[in-house]
């Protein structure tokens, strides 16, 4: 799996770092890192949950 962040739509809120801190951490600056673009299995829920998590829809999972 990869996720997939549409960056014109991200506002740097974090909560997809709240729902999956091993996937996504934001700076001082609210600037967002996704840590790792191609999660192992074990973290499909966690990534699953900051999908649903995020407010602006601004991120995906692509197969
Ligand atoms: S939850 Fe969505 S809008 Fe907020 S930092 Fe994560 S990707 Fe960006």
Redesign the pocket.
């Known amino acids: 799996m990869r996720i997939v962040?549409n960056w014109s739509?991200?506002?740097?809120?974090?909560?997809?770092?709240a729902a999956a801190p091993e996937l996504?951490q934001?700076d001082d600056d609210d600037q967002?890192t996704v840590l790792n673009e191609n999660p192992p299995e074990e973290l499909r829920e966690k990534a699953e949950a900051?999908v649903r998590?995020?407010?602006?829809s601004?991120?995906s999972i692509e197969e």
């Open positions: 962040v739509l991200c506002e740097g809120n974090g909560n997809c770092e996504f934001l967002l900051a998590s995020c407010p602006k601004a991120l």
